[in-house]
């Protein structure tokens, strides 16, 4: 505890005695001296300042009053108390925080997104060497939604190279040929996906990321042509 100590006398020349105070413990040193002063009022208020100070009831002496007036006589006392055993306190639990945090269980890290496969261009079979083109199928088809596009895409590879399973580098390959990649989803095989396990157009074929279009896609590609209604 660090104390400051203000002491302004202002005798009037009627006052007599002499009040001494000291407070000591393992940390601290109060010193307190008033000249000139009557009343045991003022014992009084020093020693109850002292008995706070110690924590304990002190035997009698005097002690500081914050402050008093007396026979003309202002004492005036200002004290600013210190804590660093709080500081030192608060600085540990901080660090152990910090350990725990450094050394305790890891948080969870965030997953890492996969980034979608980039697709390929085929060489082959060469596109362009269909007896009807793409463009052609497509116009007659008229599909406006992606995976109908796909579903239009993998029956003209059954009917014009007789490939049957689908991936995202024969759509892609598809799509480069009409100049439309730039349309094409982020994920390109998450129409496939959709055509396969929602709209069961697709099945799934033993080979990884390929899918194979079946009767119920074949049929409903048959009954598409531009500006049909779905039912």
Known sequence: MAVRRKDEPQNNGNGKGKIKFRY???????DFSVENMTGDSVTDGLHSIANALAGRTLPRGGAPNPKHTLAGTTVDVEAEVETPEQEEVLEQEEVETAEVDEAGDAPAK?????????????????????KVTLADFMAQKGPTEMMDKYAVVAVWYKEQFQITEMNIDRIFTAFKHLGQESQLPTEIIKPLSNLTYNRKWFDKSKTPGNFTINWVGEDNVGKMKPGATKA
Not at 24 to 29: I, K, N, P, T
Not at 110 to 130: G, H, I, R, W, Y
């Open 24 to 30: 000591m413990d393992s940390e601290r040193v109060v």
């Open 110 to 130: 965030p997953k890492k997104v996969a980034k979608p496969k980039a697709p390929k261009l085929l060489p082959a079979p060469v596109l362009s060497e269909a």
